[in-house]
């Protein structure tokens, strides 16, 4: 599973800073997932950003430089994407992405917990 720490490093830092959230990591997706108040939030992929976004904005989002839709089962996923490392190289530019993610995680839906029964 190798993914760049460099960046998970980065990511971890940014996340640390925002105030009122809780802050948890699993393995998933070949990488890095960063969990914001229980929910999958952004993931270090490879050297890519995995974001998870609202839906909404898909094709705003679709112009940004760096961005690469995430395909599965042979469709892309709304709402999810792939940003190579030149789309996040500024600070600026970083810290859109991570936002975007943090804003979309307030509205996002925790996934089931696999075992549990209502």
Known sequence: ????????????E????VPGISIGEKKMFS???FMVNGKMCVNVSGENL?????P???EEVA?????????????????YCYVSPEGFKTK????????L????????????????KK
Do not use: H
């Open 31 to 33: 990488g890095m997932a």
């Open 56 to 58: 909404a904005l898909q």
């Open 92 to 99: 600026k530019d970083f810290e859109y992405w991570v936002k």
């Open 63 to 79: 112009g940004r430089i760096g961005y690469e839709p995430m395909i599965m089962k042979g469709r892309e996923l709304t709402g």
């Open 101 to 116: 993610c943090l804003e979309f995680n307030n509205k996002a839906k925790a996934s089931k917990k696999a075992g549990k």
């Open 14 to 17: 940014y996340l640390a800073s």
């Open 50 to 54: 995995m974001c998870r976004f609202d």
């Open 1 to 12: 599973m190798a993914f760049n720490t460099k960046l998970a490093d980065r990511l971890r």
